[in-house]
């Protein structure tokens, strides 16, 4: 009955020790400064026109893609007549942004953010939410200083489940990744209460009903010669599917870990800790299907 355990693929980030800047006096630290500044001005500028396709982007996305609010949150900004565009207040749902168009929020120019993706191994305990009213703690505390960029979890994990979660600012990848139906590969690790007997496991590699449907898995291994460590492939998105299969059977499952997310493991990230994805990662995610 024993299958042998997942095969996992890794991939691995080294970081360049940072150069020590020489001294400068007061004058050059303020005229580069102000150079700087420029820069950075020119530079946004440059990225927000190159960001915007040619035919345009609706303004509630672009102000999602800018950091300031969700897409739902920036229908009701513009509703409300607090956006403009080049200094005209607009309230229309379907307006478009061109590359040229400089949008206000609150009297403020803004620019679409750079693409942020990031990579977290999440602990136990923490709430895959943006916010929580009642104060506990989020995964949001475990990212906060990641980048200056807002950021969102893709998905959620249980707060007592551990492993992979990728945060990003880049809906259009939010969007494919969340949507019915794709075939995002999750492998998760699986400590129970008790030995799995056979019937169950058998049960689980042919499909389990659940209330609201089959559930089903691509691989089931077991891991352990105590058979109380189990190895589950999925592609499904079930809400907390995994969980409930084996409340179903009648197991409980003392530890749940997410080992492999859409191609992304956790070689080298330690449990509490992120990392930016690299270039390649980022690019195998937008390709997937």
Avoid at 13 to 33: F, G, I, N
Avoid at 55 to 65: E, P
Avoid at 99 to 113: H, Q
Wanted: hydrophobic share 35%; with cysteine.
């Amino acid at each position: 009955m024993a299958k042998k355990p997942f095969k996992k693929k890794y991939s691995s980030e080294k970081r360049l020790p940072s150069k020590k800047q020489p001294r400068r006096d007061v004058e050059q630290e303020e005229t580069s400064y102000k150079e700087v500044k420029k820069k950075k001005v020119m530079e946004d500028q440059a990225r927000a026109e190159e960001k915007v396709p040619s035919d345009g982007i609706r303004l509630n996305k672009y102000l999602a893609n800018s950091g300031i609010c969700s897409r739902r949150e920036a229908d009701q900004l513009i509703a409300e007549g607090k956006v403009k565009v080049n200094k005209k207040t607009i309230t229309e749902m379907g307006y478009k942004v061109m590359p040229k168009d400089t949008v206000y929020f609150e009297g403020n120019p803004i620019t679409r953010e750079k693409l942020v993706y990031v990579l977290l191994n999440k602990p136990k305990g923490f709430l895959t939410t943006m916010d929580d009213p009642k104060e506990r703690k989020t995964v949001m505390d475990l990212v906060s200083k990641a980048c200056e960029e807002r950021i969102y979890p893709v998905g959620r994990l249980d707060k007592n489940t551990t492993g992979l979660l990728l945060f990003t600012n880049d809906g259009d990848l939010v969007k494919k990744l969340t949507q019915p139906g794709n075939k995002l590969r999750k492998i998760y690790q699986i400590v129970l209460n008790k030995p799995i007997e056979e019937k169950d496991f058998l049960s689980i590699e042919s499909g389990l009903t659940l209330d609201d449907g089959v559930a089903r898995v691509e691989k089931i291994a077991i891991l352990t010669p105590d058979f109380t460590t189990i190895g589950i492939e999925i592609v499904m998105g079930k809400n907390r599917m995994v969980r409930r299969i084996f409340e179903h059977l009648g197991y409980e499952i003392e530890k749940l870990d997410r080992t492999l997310y859409a191609g992304l493991t956790k070689k080298d990230l330690p449990r509490g800790k992120w990392r930016f994805l690299k270039e390649k990662e980022i690019i195998n995610l937008k390709h997937m299907r």
